[in-house]
T-cell receptor, first 114, second 111 residues
Framework: NAGVTQTPKFQVLKTGQSMTLQCAQDMNHEYMSWYRQDPGMGLRLIHYSVGAGITDQGEVPNGYNVSRSTTEDFPLRLLSAAPSQTSVYFC?????????????FGPGTRLTVT | EDKVVQSPLSLVVHEGDTVTLNCSYEVTNFRSLLWYKQEKKAPTFLFMLTSSGIEKKSGRLSSILDKKELFSILNITATQTGDSAVYLCAVENFGNEKLTFGTGTRLTIIP
């Protein structure tokens, strides 16, 4: 049982490049979400999904796309990277959408945009 | 818009001291308040408090929720160097499917 896995661990992009951050979980969790963590800002919700085929926006969705074609995977796409997207990105999952005390976080991806 | 404010932003104490971390919140439709511990990487869950469970305890850690005054505290007694971390507070909005996090308190324990 690997839990929540994220790849890559580190990434450096140039402004304007696109890329996909991968997130997978093997716990059959319905709810998955993406957060970004910046110094002094705490964790901010980017997008979330309550099940396969269903996604919705969080607090800071601009510049990011998501899809949820399977229960296991929830990739985050940066369409055209900007320096403001330099951050640490965490993927998280929980069994259901309504009770998130069992939310499990992945190890994070540190992204730098130059 | 839901809001969570944690204080202090950082705290440095000696091993063996007792610390109290604060979390105040504004949420339109409160469901639960959660505490997480974040060491070098991903946050790990500590407690969830709801209107039906306003005090939780696990070993040296305990937390209470005051729904009337809209705050929670996290107490750590007999602190150890392994308690050094950022402690995050988050609130859940009923039916919103979203968590709103505070900025965290960075706790450093000096041996």
């Amino acid at each position: 049982n690997a839990g929540v896995t994220q790849t890559p661990k580190f990434q450096v992009l140039k402004t304007g490049q696109s890329m996909t951050l991968q997130c997978a979980q093997d716990m059959n969790h319905e709810y998955m979400s993406w957060y970004r963590q910046d110094p002094g800002m705490g964790l901010r919700l980017i997008h979330y999904s309550v099940g396969a085929g269903i996604t919705d926006q969080g607090e800071v969705p601009n510049g990011y796309n998501v899809s949820r074609s399977t229960t296991e995977d929830f990739p985050l796409r940066l369409l055209s990277a900007a320096p403001s997207q330099t951050s640490v990105y965490f993927c998280a999952s929980s069994l259901t959408g309504m009770v998130r005390y069992e939310q499990y976080f992945g190890p994070g991806t540190r992204l730098t945009v130059t | 818009e839901d809001k969570v404010v944690q204080s202090p932003l950082s705290l440095v104490v000696h091993e063996g001291d007792t610390v109290t971390l604060n979390c105040s919140y504004e949420v339109t439709n409160f469901r639960s308040l959660l505490w997480y511990k974040q060491e070098k990487k991903a946050p790990t869950f500590l407690f969830m408090l709801t209107s039906s469970g306003i005090e939780k305890k696990s070993g040296r850690l305990s937390s209470i929720l005051d729904k009337k005054e809209l705050f929670s505290i996290l107490n750590i007694t007999a602190t150890q160097t392994g308690d050094s971390a950022v402690y995050l507070c988050a609130v859940e909005n009923f039916g919103n499917e979203k968590l709103t996090f505070g900025t965290g308190t960075r706790l450093t324990i000096i041996p």
